[in-house]
């Protein structure tokens, strides 16, 4: 252990340091082997050793353990936010690509439906069809498009929303709620 650590963790001794470790690697090592191998392309076990390491620095240096209360989380519910917090900053210090892997297969059958879609006839007004193309298909946030119109980005987001209203109602969707993870 390094002699930095042993002098700014006194009261914590090696042995239980070593204890409390030794308990909980392999969930520690669980949750990072899923989270970097589900989310990252190109990750391998080499990864996944050193992002332990660093949940481990992490919990020593920052001094999480006397930080930890069990009446905020369990303990478990603890280390899977720190190990999963630590593995993401790894993955993005070392500019590892993100791809989740249960979009992508969606992404492509989106791409191939982005070109065949056509929004249906007299359901949205002109406006709200300009504004739901340049805003969807045009990739334009609402103050580009405010501009381009000559109207507040306010308005803007106003004429959206009643446009997907009235495509919700259209195609039934109205009643059902999106789910967002």
Not at 4 to 15: G, T, V
Not at 31 to 57: H, M, P, R, T
Not at 98 to 111: A, G, P
Not at 116 to 138: A, H, T
Request: with cysteine.
């Amino acid at each position: 252990m390094n002699t930095y650590i042993d002098k700014r963790y006194e009261y914590i001794s090696e042995k239980e340091m070593g204890c409390f470790f030794y308990e909980n690697i392999s969930f520690i090592k669980n949750v990072v082997n899923k989270f970097i191998f589900s989310k990252y392309v190109g990750a391998d076990k080499s990864d996944v050793d050193e992002v332990c390491q660093e949940v481990a620095l992490k919990i020593l240096k920052n001094d999480y353990i006397s930080k930890y209360s069990s009446e905020k989380s369990s303990i478990k519910t603890w280390l899977y936010i720190i190990s999963r917090s630590v593995a993401v900053d790894y993955m993005r210090k070392n500019n590892r690509i993100y791809i989740n892997i249960d979009e992508l297969e969606d992404f492509e059958e989106c791409e191939k439906d982005k070109n065949d879609f056509n929004l249906p006839e007299d359901i949205l007004s002109k406006r709200q069809n300009e504004v739901v193309r340049m805003i969807f298909w045009g990739d334009l946030k609402a103050v580009e498009v405010a501009e381009q119109l000559g109207i507040t980005s306010r308005t803007v987001r106003c004429i959206k929303h009643q446009a997907i209203q009235k495509l919700r109602r259209h195609f039934s969707a109205a009643d059902k709620r999106r789910v967002v993870s």
